[in-house]
Protein backbone atom coordinates (compact mmCIF):
# COMPACT_ATOMS: atom_id res chain seq x y z
CA UNK A 1 0.00 0.00 0.00
CA UNK A 2 1.70 3.35 -0.78
CA UNK A 3 -0.54 5.92 1.21
CA UNK A 4 0.25 10.06 0.34
CA UNK A 5 -1.95 11.91 3.50
CA UNK A 6 -2.66 16.20 2.89
CA UNK A 7 0.89 16.54 1.70
CA UNK A 8 1.86 19.74 1.46
CA UNK A 9 5.46 20.89 -0.45
CA UNK A 10 6.56 24.56 -1.06
CA UNK A 11 9.31 25.95 -2.91
CA UNK A 12 10.18 29.44 -1.39
CA UNK A 13 6.96 31.16 -1.33
CA UNK A 14 5.17 28.98 -3.83
CA UNK A 15 2.78 26.08 -2.89
CA UNK A 16 3.73 22.94 -5.19
CA UNK A 17 1.52 20.28 -3.35
CA UNK A 18 -1.68 21.44 -1.78
CA UNK A 19 -3.02 18.70 0.56
CA UNK A 20 -2.12 15.70 -1.61
CA UNK A 21 -4.17 12.79 -1.22
CA UNK A 22 -3.20 9.67 -2.66
CA UNK A 23 -4.26 5.97 -2.10
CA UNK A 24 -2.40 2.94 -4.68
CA UNK A 25 -3.41 -0.40 -3.60
CA UNK A 26 -2.38 -4.01 -4.08
CA UNK A 27 -3.41 -5.75 -7.31
CA UNK A 28 -4.58 -2.52 -8.88
CA UNK A 29 -2.79 0.23 -11.35
CA UNK A 30 -3.15 3.81 -10.26
CA UNK A 31 -2.77 6.06 -12.87
CA UNK A 32 -1.26 9.85 -11.50
CA UNK A 33 -2.81 11.66 -14.05
CA UNK A 34 -2.34 15.67 -14.56
CA UNK A 35 -0.46 18.52 -17.11
CA UNK A 36 2.72 19.05 -17.14
CA UNK A 37 3.81 21.31 -13.78
CA UNK A 38 0.56 19.75 -12.09
CA UNK A 39 2.76 18.50 -9.16
CA UNK A 40 3.06 14.79 -10.51
CA UNK A 41 6.94 14.33 -9.98
CA UNK A 42 6.85 16.41 -6.94
CA UNK A 43 4.62 13.94 -5.15
CA UNK A 44 6.97 11.14 -6.42
CA UNK A 45 9.93 12.71 -4.81
CA UNK A 46 8.53 13.14 -1.55
CA UNK A 47 7.18 9.51 -1.36
CA UNK A 48 10.19 8.19 -2.79
CA UNK A 49 12.27 9.99 0.47
CA UNK A 50 14.17 12.54 -1.94
CA UNK A 51 12.31 15.49 -0.94
CA UNK A 52 10.90 16.15 2.56
CA UNK A 53 7.41 17.40 3.13
CA UNK A 54 6.13 20.61 4.23
CA UNK A 55 2.82 19.33 5.47
CA UNK A 56 1.56 15.95 5.76
CA UNK A 57 3.06 12.32 5.07
CA UNK A 58 3.83 9.93 2.61
CA UNK A 59 4.28 6.24 3.45
CA UNK A 60 5.24 3.17 1.72
CA UNK A 61 3.82 -0.15 3.90
CA UNK A 62 3.03 2.25 6.43
CA UNK A 63 6.34 3.97 6.72
CA UNK A 64 8.04 6.99 5.34
CA UNK A 65 10.66 5.52 2.92
CA UNK A 66 13.76 6.67 5.05
CA UNK A 67 12.48 3.84 7.86
CA UNK A 68 12.23 0.67 5.36
CA UNK A 69 14.31 -1.41 5.85
CA UNK A 70 15.18 -3.34 2.60
CA UNK A 71 13.39 -0.67 -0.02
CA UNK A 72 14.40 -2.32 -2.58
CA UNK A 73 12.47 -5.44 -1.88
CA UNK A 74 9.53 -3.35 -1.45
CA UNK A 75 9.28 -0.82 -3.90
CA UNK A 76 11.08 -0.35 -7.46
CA UNK A 77 11.43 3.09 -8.54
CA UNK A 78 11.63 5.30 -11.90
CA UNK A 79 11.99 8.75 -12.28
CA UNK A 80 13.74 10.66 -14.81
CA UNK A 81 14.51 7.42 -17.22
CA UNK A 82 17.64 4.85 -16.11
CA UNK A 83 20.09 7.31 -14.03
CA UNK A 84 22.67 5.39 -15.50
CA UNK A 85 26.18 7.73 -16.31
CA UNK A 86 26.66 7.84 -19.91
CA UNK A 87 29.95 6.00 -19.84
CA UNK A 88 28.68 2.98 -17.75
CA UNK A 89 27.69 -0.27 -19.53
CA UNK A 90 24.30 -1.46 -19.10
CA UNK A 91 25.22 -4.47 -17.05
CA UNK A 92 27.86 -2.20 -15.19
CA UNK A 93 25.05 -0.28 -13.95
CA UNK A 94 22.73 -2.83 -12.88
CA UNK A 95 25.68 -4.85 -10.97
CA UNK A 96 26.28 -1.56 -8.89
CA UNK A 97 22.59 -1.24 -7.67
CA UNK A 98 22.52 -4.98 -7.27
CA UNK A 99 25.33 -4.31 -4.63
CA UNK A 100 24.40 -1.55 -3.03
CA UNK A 101 20.63 -2.84 -2.20
CA UNK A 102 22.06 -6.37 -1.16
CA UNK A 103 20.32 -8.30 -3.86
CA UNK A 104 21.48 -11.45 -5.76
CA UNK A 105 23.71 -10.40 -8.54
CA UNK A 106 22.16 -13.04 -10.75
CA UNK A 107 18.70 -11.03 -11.07
CA UNK A 108 20.93 -8.41 -13.31
CA UNK A 109 21.31 -10.72 -16.14
CA UNK A 110 17.31 -11.75 -15.20
CA UNK A 111 16.41 -8.41 -15.41
CA UNK A 112 18.33 -7.32 -18.37
CA UNK A 113 15.98 -10.46 -20.28
CA UNK A 114 12.86 -8.69 -18.84
CA UNK A 115 13.15 -6.06 -19.98
CA UNK A 116 14.20 -6.58 -23.53
CA UNK A 117 17.93 -5.78 -23.02
CA UNK A 118 20.02 -8.69 -22.93
CA UNK A 119 21.95 -8.06 -26.02
CA UNK A 120 22.57 -4.58 -24.98
CA UNK A 121 23.96 -6.00 -21.14
CA UNK A 122 27.51 -4.25 -22.46
CA UNK A 123 26.75 -1.33 -24.26
CA UNK A 124 27.04 2.13 -23.00
CA UNK A 125 24.43 4.04 -21.99
CA UNK A 126 25.88 6.95 -23.95
CA UNK A 127 24.66 5.19 -26.67
CA UNK A 128 21.15 3.72 -25.90
CA UNK A 129 18.09 5.72 -27.72
CA UNK A 130 15.74 7.08 -25.24
CA UNK A 131 13.76 3.59 -24.98
CA UNK A 132 16.44 1.77 -24.32
CA UNK A 133 17.04 4.48 -21.64
CA UNK A 134 13.61 4.03 -20.08
CA UNK A 135 13.95 0.27 -20.44
CA UNK A 136 17.05 0.40 -18.44
CA UNK A 137 15.56 2.45 -15.55
CA UNK A 138 12.54 -0.07 -15.48
CA UNK A 139 15.03 -2.88 -15.04
CA UNK A 140 16.75 -1.14 -12.17
CA UNK A 141 12.90 -0.94 -10.72
CA UNK A 142 12.47 -4.72 -10.43
CA UNK A 143 15.93 -5.89 -9.84
CA UNK A 144 14.56 -6.36 -5.99
CA UNK A 145 11.55 -8.16 -7.00
CA UNK A 146 9.49 -5.16 -5.47
CA UNK A 147 6.34 -5.42 -4.45
CA UNK A 148 5.17 -1.91 -5.54
CA UNK A 149 6.43 0.04 -8.83
CA UNK A 150 6.47 3.87 -8.77
CA UNK A 151 7.29 4.60 -12.36
CA UNK A 152 7.52 9.13 -13.64
CA UNK A 153 6.38 8.68 -17.75
CA UNK A 154 7.62 5.47 -17.91
CA UNK A 155 6.57 5.18 -21.78
CA UNK A 156 8.75 7.85 -22.74
CA UNK A 157 10.70 7.13 -25.83
CA UNK A 158 8.80 3.70 -26.15
CA UNK A 159 7.71 2.35 -29.64
CA UNK A 160 4.38 1.04 -29.68
CA UNK A 161 5.22 -2.29 -29.55
CA UNK A 162 7.39 -1.24 -26.30
CA UNK A 163 4.25 0.72 -24.98
CA UNK A 164 2.17 -2.40 -25.22
CA UNK A 165 4.95 -4.44 -23.44
CA UNK A 166 5.18 -2.20 -20.47
CA UNK A 167 1.69 -1.94 -20.23
CA UNK A 168 1.63 -6.05 -20.33
CA UNK A 169 3.90 -6.02 -17.52
CA UNK A 170 2.35 -3.69 -15.33
CA UNK A 171 -1.09 -5.15 -15.47
CA UNK A 172 1.05 -8.71 -15.00
CA UNK A 173 2.54 -6.66 -11.44
CA UNK A 174 -0.89 -5.68 -10.65
CA UNK A 175 -2.62 -9.18 -11.57
CA UNK A 176 0.05 -10.92 -9.26
CA UNK A 177 -0.94 -8.99 -6.31
CA UNK A 178 1.87 -5.87 -7.13
CA UNK A 179 0.94 -2.41 -6.25
CA UNK A 180 1.71 0.02 -9.46
CA UNK A 181 1.64 4.06 -9.85
CA UNK A 182 2.02 5.23 -12.74
CA UNK A 183 2.60 8.90 -13.41
CA UNK A 184 1.75 10.75 -16.64
CA UNK A 185 0.12 13.43 -18.37
CA UNK A 186 -0.64 11.29 -21.47
CA UNK A 187 -4.32 10.10 -21.11
CA UNK A 188 -3.57 7.19 -24.01
CA UNK A 189 -0.89 5.90 -21.93
CA UNK A 190 -3.45 5.10 -18.84
CA UNK A 191 -6.23 4.09 -20.78
CA UNK A 192 -7.16 0.46 -21.12
CA UNK A 193 -4.39 0.05 -18.10
CA UNK A 194 -5.50 1.75 -14.95
CA UNK A 195 -7.81 0.25 -12.28
CA UNK A 196 -7.60 3.63 -10.26
CA UNK A 197 -6.92 7.30 -11.44
CA UNK A 198 -5.96 10.16 -9.37
CA UNK A 199 -6.05 13.59 -11.05
CA UNK A 200 -3.83 16.32 -10.10
CA UNK A 201 -3.66 20.12 -11.59
CA UNK A 202 -2.03 22.98 -9.71
CA UNK A 203 -0.66 20.92 -7.51
CA UNK A 204 -3.96 20.25 -6.11
CA UNK A 205 -6.29 16.27 -6.19
CA UNK A 206 -9.04 17.20 -8.57
CA UNK A 207 -10.76 13.84 -8.99
CA UNK A 208 -9.90 10.56 -7.50
CA UNK A 209 -11.41 6.85 -7.18
CA UNK A 210 -11.90 3.90 -9.89
CA UNK A 211 -11.32 5.02 -13.45
CA UNK A 212 -15.10 4.40 -14.27
CA UNK A 213 -15.98 6.77 -11.31
CA UNK A 214 -13.93 9.59 -12.03
CA UNK A 215 -15.04 9.11 -15.76
CA UNK A 216 -18.86 9.05 -15.31
CA UNK A 217 -20.61 11.46 -17.21
CA UNK A 218 -17.84 12.41 -19.86
CA UNK A 219 -17.73 10.78 -23.47
CA UNK A 220 -14.39 9.85 -22.69
CA UNK A 221 -11.11 9.86 -20.59
CA UNK A 222 -10.01 12.75 -22.81
CA UNK A 223 -12.84 14.93 -21.90
CA UNK A 224 -12.69 14.17 -18.03
CA UNK A 225 -9.04 15.19 -18.16
CA UNK A 226 -9.27 18.53 -19.54
CA UNK A 227 -12.71 19.12 -17.85
CA UNK A 228 -11.34 18.06 -14.90
CA UNK A 229 -7.87 20.17 -15.58
CA UNK A 230 -9.06 23.42 -17.57
CA UNK A 231 -7.20 21.61 -20.24
CA UNK A 232 -3.84 23.42 -19.32
CA UNK A 233 -0.77 21.92 -20.15
CA UNK A 234 1.63 24.37 -18.12
CA UNK A 235 5.23 23.71 -17.89
CA UNK A 236 7.23 21.26 -15.47
Given amino acids: MLQIEHLVKRHGARTVLDRVDLEARPGRVT ?109 AALLGEPEALVLDEPVNGLDPEGIRWIRGLLRGHADDGGTVLLSSHLMSEVAGIADDLVVIAGGRVVASGPIADVTRGYENLEDAFFALTGGSEGMR
Fill in 31 to 139: AFLGPNGAGKSSTLRVLLGLDRPDGGRALVAGRPYRELADPARVIGAMLDGSGAHRSRRARHHLAWIARAGGIDPRRVDEVLEQVGLADAARTRVGRFSLGMGQRLGLA
